[in-house]
């Protein structure tokens, strides 16, 4: 199937999806788990990047828990993976990288873990064409949605090749 998500993304992939409902006890809220994997055959990304409202701005939330009632905010524990599915084509980067992530926690507050790893590409960094030989964008478990950013890369500058 394709779908547009991510956000600004178009992916195409199989999934396994199972979704459960759990109810511990009688007058309990019913507790949805949506549980499976996800296997991204391509996921592209070519909307323009703003750096700065990027740096500087706050993130929207994402995914909604719905209203009062009796159900409480369905839970994640999902896997996705994709050898070189994420692509990436815009003003800031030509790239292409895979994704090895796991969503869990609900709704209110998704859990995202796990890590994309880009082989190659090029950047545009301060108006200078920087070619990347390896970069990681690393989701630590346990924490908020706040990723890590590991990137090796050179860039020749008036003649000067550097690393």
Do not use: C, H, W
Request: proline share 6%; hydrophobic share 40%.
């Amino acid at each position: 199937m394709t779908v547009p998500l991510p956000k600004d993304f178009v992916t195409t992939g199989d999934a396994r999806l199972e979704i459960t409902g759990l109810r511990e006890a009688k007058n309990e809220n019913l507790q949805l788990i949506i549980g499976g994997q996800v296997f991204a055959r391509r996921a592209v990304y070519s909307k323009d990047i703003d750096l700065a409202n990027l740096v500087s701005g706050r993130r929207d939330p994402v995914l909604s828990g719905g209203g009062a009632g009796a159900i409480k905010p369905p839970r994640f524990d999902l896997v996705i993976e994709g050898r070189d599915a994420l692509v990436v084509k815009n003003n800031i980067a030509d790239l292409t990288a895979s994704v090895s992530l796991t969503l869990t926690g609900d709704t209110n507050e998704p859990r995202l873990s796990g890590r994309i790893t880009a082989n190659s590409g090029t950047i545009l960094f301060r108006r200078i064409d920087t070619l990347y030989n390896a970069g990681v964008l690393e989701f630590p478990p346990d924490t908020a949605i706040e990723p890590v950013i590991n990137l090796q890369a050179e860039s020749e500058i008036g003649g000067y090749q550097g690393l």
